[in-house]
C-alpha cells in the first residue's frame, strides 16, 4: 500500500484567508508580496544548505553507496544527484497564501513524489534504511527565526510597504 505524504497547516489560517480577501486590493496586494518575499528568502536558505551541505548532524552517506554515487553522478554530496529536488524547491501561490517546499505534482524519473522523499528524510523514516537529514525544520528555526522569525519578517515586509506607499504605521505586539 502506498503511503502518502500529507502537510497539514496548523494556526487561524482559515482567519488569514478571510481577512486577506477582504482587505483592500493595494493591501492585500502587500500582505501577499510580504508572504512572497519571505518564501523565496526561505526557498534561497533552504537551496544554500543542500549546495553547501552545511547542516550539522546528518546521516552519512554509507561507503557503499557514496561510492555508487560518485560512480553515478560524479558527487557524494547529498540529495544531490541529479539537482531534481534542488531544482523543484519553490516558493508558489496557492491560493491567497505563498508556500515554500515542493510541489506534490512533481516526480522524479521512476515514478516517486520528490516531496516525499524530502518528507522521509526530514521527518526520520520508520522505514529501514532511510537516513534522517532535517533540512527544511533546521532553515526554519536556525535561520528564520522559526514561526516567530517568520511572523517578525512578514510584519516588517509589510510595515516598511505601507510606510513607502504613505501609510500612517505604528507597532503592534503579538
Given at each position: 500500500?502506498?503511503?502518502?505524504?500529507?502537510?497539514?497547516?496548523?494556526?487561524?489560517?482559515?482567519?488569514?484567508?478571510?481577512?486577506?480577501?477582504?482587505?483592500?486590493?493595494?493591501?492585500?496586494?502587500?500582505?501577499?508580496?510580504?508572504?512572497?518575499?519571505?518564501?523565496?528568502k526561505f526557498?534561497?536558505?533552504?537551496?544554500?544548505?543542500?549546495?553547501?551541505?552545511?547542516?550539522?548532524?546528518?546521516?552519512?552517506?554509507?561507503?557503499?553507496?557514496?561510492?555508487y554515487?560518485?560512480?553515478?553522478?560524479?558527487?557524494e554530496?547529498?540529495?544531490?544527484?541529479?539537482?531534481?529536488?534542488?531544482?523543484?524547491?519553490?516558493a508558489?501561490?496557492?491560493?491567497?497564501?505563498?508556500?515554500?517546499?515542493?510541489?506534490?505534482?512533481?516526480?522524479?524519473?521512476?515514478?516517486?513524489?520528490?516531496?516525499?522523499?524530502?518528507?522521509?528524510?526530514?521527518?526520520?523514516?520508520?522505514?529501514?534504511?532511510?537516513?534522517?537529514?532535517?533540512?527544511?525544520?533546521?532553515?526554519?528555526?536556525?535561520?528564520?527565526g522559526?514561526?516567530?522569525?517568520?511572523?517578525?519578517?512578514?510584519?516588517?515586509?509589510?510595515?516598511?510597504?505601507?510606510?513607502?506607499?504613505?501609510?500612517?504605521?505604528?507597532?503592534?505586539?503579538?
Amino acid at each position: 500500500m502506498a503511503k502518502t505524504v500529507q502537510i497539514k497547516l496548523f494556526g487561524p489560517w482559515n482567519r488569514v484567508k478571510n481577512l486577506l480577501n477582504n482587505l483592500a486590493p493595494n493591501l492585500r496586494e502587500i500582505a501577499i508580496s510580504s508572504q512572497r518575499s519571505v518564501a523565496e528568502k526561505f526557498v534561497r536558505r533552504v537551496k544554500a544548505h543542500l549546495k553547501n551541505q552545511d547542516i550539522p548532524g546528518w546521516t552519512p552517506l554509507s561507503n557503499r553507496y557514496a561510492d555508487y554515487k560518485m560512480g553515478k553522478f560524479g558527487t557524494e554530496d547529498i540529495l544531490i544527484a541529479t539537482w531534481e529536488y534542488y531544482d523543484n524547491i519553490k516558493a508558489w501561490r496557492e491560493g491567497g497564501l505563498y508556500q515554500a517546499g515542493v510541489p506534490r505534482s512533481v516526480s522524479y524519473k521512476n515514478g516517486v513524489e520528490i516531496a516525499r522523499v524530502a518528507h522521509i528524510h526530514e521527518l526520520w523514516s520508520t522505514m529501514p534504511g532511510r537516513p534522517h537529514r532535517p533540512l527544511w525544520n533546521y532553515t526554519l528555526k536556525e535561520d528564520m527565526g522559526g514561526l516567530q522569525g517568520i511572523k517578525q519578517m512578514v510584519n516588517q515586509i509589510i510595515k516598511q510597504k505601507l510606510i513607502l506607499k504613505g501609510y500612517p504605521v505604528r507597532s503592534i505586539r503579538f
